[in-house]
């Protein structure tokens, strides 16, 4: 079974610009969350989606938005880059049957803002 | 909302040597994940484990949920052990994953 893909790999955008990221859960996983890694603070929660909604939401601003297609994929989008937006963003998917199951990670889109 | 300490932060081993590190938590959990972040930046699945113990070759962790506290173990160290181990945790209340500031293991031959 294929595991978590994300899409691109690597990206350099300037500050001002948007960026749309991608995030293909694994076969039958229903659930995509994402997370935010940075050297200061660390891996943080951006927000989770299940059948197409929101289900649950970290504190970032309005600039971090997200959706859910009805195959599961998944879409984050930051718009109106700002230098501190430099990260590692990571797309997880969850396992069926629950919302306490497990988390498998994909392998993440560097972004990095000039 | 849930705290999630990790120590120690850094560790520096020989290959062949043996390791625990832990992971305590500030509330009940319903999910513990423990990962291995590697140079390129993907966490790797080592265990999920809200309470009791596994085992998976080389590694094992426990843990104890009562007493809020997760061990992993690592025996016999090899150089491809290094990187950082993250500890994860769900609390009652949501479905985010909750991580600790990890351990940073180095491993030398």
């Known amino acids: 079974k294929a595991g978590v893909t994300q899409t691109p790999r690597y990206l350099i955008k300037t500050r001002g610009q948007q960026v749309t990221l991608s995030c293909s859960p694994i076969?039958?996983?229903?659930?995509v969350s994402w997370y935010q890694q940075t050297p200061g603070q660390g891996l943080q929660f951006l927000f989770e989606?299940?059948?197409?909604?929101?289900?649950n939401k970290g504190n970032f601003p309005g600039r971090f938005s997200g959706r859910q297609f009805s195959n599961s994929r998944s879409e984050m989008n930051v718009s109106t880059l700002e230098l501190g937006d430099s990260a590692l963003y990571l797309c997880?998917?969850?396992?069926?049957?629950?919302?306490?199951?497990?988390?498998?990670f994909g392998p993440g889109t560097r972004l990095t803002v000039l | 909302g849930i705290q999630v300490e990790q120590s120690p932060p850094d560790l520096i081993l020989q290959e062949g040597a043996n390791s625990t590190l832990r992971c305590n938590f500030s509330?009940?959990?319903?999910?513990l994940q423990w990962f291995h972040q590697n140079p390129w930046g993907q966490l790797i699945n080592l265990f999920y484990?809200?309470?009791g113990t596994k085992q998976n070759g080389r590694l094992s962790a426990t843990t104890v949920a009562t007493e809020r506290y997760s061990l992993l173990y690592i025996s016999s160290s090899q150089t491809t052990d290094s990187g950082v181990y993250f500890c994860?945790?769900?609390?009652?209340?949501?479905?985010?994953?909750?991580f600790g500031k990890g351990t940073t293991l180095s491993v030398s031959s």
């Open positions: 997880a998917s969850t396992t069926p049957g629950g919302a306490y199951n497990e988390q498998f």
């Open positions: 509330d009940s959990v319903n999910n």
């Open positions: 076969s039958g996983h229903r659930s």
């Open positions: 994860a945790v769900v609390n009652q209340a949501g479905t985010a994953l909750i």
């Open positions: 484990i809200p309470s």
């Open positions: 989606y299940f059948s197409e909604t929101q289900r």
